[in-house]
């Protein structure tokens, strides 16, 4: 595994963790879960975590999706997300598309998911910054996935890639289920807030 930047992973070491690189910016939060014959409860964010230093709140949104489905690649100026997947099992690609980064044109694979009935699956929560080009497919035959974001949606800072871009160039799969909107490029209005 190749460490390109300082990333929050938990309490657990990156090869525990086992992503492939990091991105700068980019926090992923393990999440613990407490079992008993009920079910189990599980804390997402809090305010004051590191995950969630601007204490910024815009929208919370959820968003089922079938298998093969892929959402990819989406990006904004301003926005900051935080993603969760409490069910099901989907594979979380980012890639990090600023060049004032120190780590830009890297990729950061996650599989995000219920562990307890998808192997290979890590029950955490991800913050993605601005710049970062982010996108998803599903791998189990549902999956839900939960998002703050820090505002509320603006159609000015969307952006989009196509899911098959050649920028990215990442390998989807077999039969990919998109929309039109996976398939084309829209530039933001907004300008993109500065890395630092």
């Known amino acids: ?62 968003s089922k999706m079938a298998k093969d489905v892929v959402k990819a690649w989406h990006y904004h100026h301003i926005q900051t997300d935080w993603w969760y997947c409490p069910i099901g099992k989907i594979q979380t690609v980012l890639f990090d598309n600023r060049p004032e980064s120190s780590t830009y044109k890297q990729k950061m694979i996650i599989e995000m998911g219920d562990s307890t009935e998808h192997a290979g699956a890590r029950e955490v929560c991800v913050k993605i910054p601005p710049g970062v080009l982010h996108g998803c497919k599903v791998l189990s035959p549902q999956a839900h996935l939960f998002y703050i974001t820090s505002e509320t949606y603006n159609t000015g800072d969307e952006g989009r890639f196509p899911y098959n871009s050649s920028l990215v160039g990442h390998e989807w799969g077999d039969n990919p289920l998109t929309v039109e909107n996976d398939r084309r490029e829209i530039r933001p209005a907004s300008h993109r807030k500065p890395l630092r």
Not at 37 to 60: A, I, K, M, N, S
């Open 1 to 62: 595994m190749e460490k390109v930047a300082e990333a929050v992973v938990g309490e657990c070491t990156m090869e525990e963790f086992s992503i492939n690189v990091l991105i700068e910016g980019v926090v992923v939060k393990e999440l613990k879960t407490h079992l008993d014959p009920r079910g189990f409860f599980r804390e997402v964010v809090r305010v004051t975590d590191p995950l969630f230093e601007d204490g910024v709140f815009g929208q919370w949104s959820h």
